[in-house]
């Protein structure tokens, strides 16, 4: 892997492999909802939407066709700390797709035609993920525990979307979208010299432009605060969060083996005891989130109503015997091979591997190495992640309830 920083700041990453005939690029900005205000909340990923309908020289329908007819796929995403673009191509049509790629991240025209006919897609993008009970969790959470941006929703609201204008566009991509907040990213059948010179060639305003420095957030306190939201869903889902650790600290090799321990695969206590012995729930598991200034440890299960509390305690129970009681060394040696497989595997799939690529260096500044990872994730010993677990649950957490109306006490 080979990593350049031009003198404004912009990152390119390649990792050649010749072994493959298909060449995966993306290009990754530090914008979303955790650097939005409760004014512009949603703009990160209006703009996301918007850079698809068209430039100076592709209308919409154009984009698409170029990137159906390479037989590639594109797409891009985005989430509370970044914006992502990218696509995957056979090896000989990178160089039409990153030109495509290119020209929207840079050119897009904003056509006011074109935003309020998207104003419209992204309201029914709203009205639908108000239908998805884990969804509405997922946004409950983030708005009990963070008082700050990072409680606000990436999609935004309706009132933002309808409203945003040409001008709000423009000064948010001017604030966000520089190139010391950009990092590009190629993983595949394509040489560093090959990668350098689209980067340069379709980038070259990018690469040309003066440095500015990249937006900054404050960093938030999560509260252990407790919410529901009654709706009449088919099913209910429930979120409990506990303060975990960010990306960059020393331990999440540790943190990510107790994740498997407890709620990761078919294996784990907590899927074991509440939906193999007790019948409780269909799905039950863990889900870390380690973001640039703070992250959340958080078990999430999807229940019929009337088990809501006997799930909730019971996966209470669980935390607190793990905590007072700690894991086995068979859990040990298992949750190790279970990472160190899902990082080797990660790296034999190109786009996992480039989006690991892209997110390091977008959060943290720097490469990521598998190596040093599969070093760490060797050196963690029972010892390590016992104290993990009375660390990270030894707080109150934070428990959200979405669904029907059942028998709670918080």
Known sequence: MTTKIYDNGLTLVVDSNPGLRSVTAGIMVGAGSAYETPANNGISHFIEHMQFKGTHKRSAE???RAFDAAGASSNAFTGKEYTCYYFK???EKARECFDVLADLFIHSMFDKTELDRERKVIIEEINMSRDEPDGVCYDLLYRTVYSGSLGMEIIGTKENVSRFSLSDISEYKQSAYVPANTVVAFVGN?????????????LGELVAAEYKPSPTYEKQIFVSNNATYIHDYEQSEISIAYPGLKVGDDDTAVESALDCILGTGMSSRLFQRIREKMGL?????????????????????????????????AINDEIARIARDGVTQEETDKAKMQLKVTALFGKENPMNYMLSLLRRR?????????????????????????????????GTPATVYVGKQTKLDF
Not at 190 to 202: N, P, R
Not at 293 to 308: D, L, R, S, W
Not at 377 to 382: A, G, N
Request: aromatic fraction near 8%.
């Open 281 to 313: 729930c269909y799905s039950v598991y863990t889900s870390p989130r380690m973001g640039k200034t703070c992250g959340e440890f958080t078990v999430c299960a999807n229940v019929n109503a009337p088990n809501a509390k006997a799930c909730i305690d």
């Open 190 to 202: 394509i040489t560093v010299a090959q990668a350098e010179g689209l980067v340069e060639e379709y």
């Open 62 to 64: 154009e984009i698409a």
């Open 89 to 91: 191509s056979i090896d």
């Open 362 to 394: 977008t959060l943290v500044q720097e490469d990521y190495d598998l190596d040093k990872l599969l070093s760490r994730i060797e050196r963690v010993t029972r010892d390590d992640i016992n104290e993990m677990a009375r660390r990270i649950f030894g």
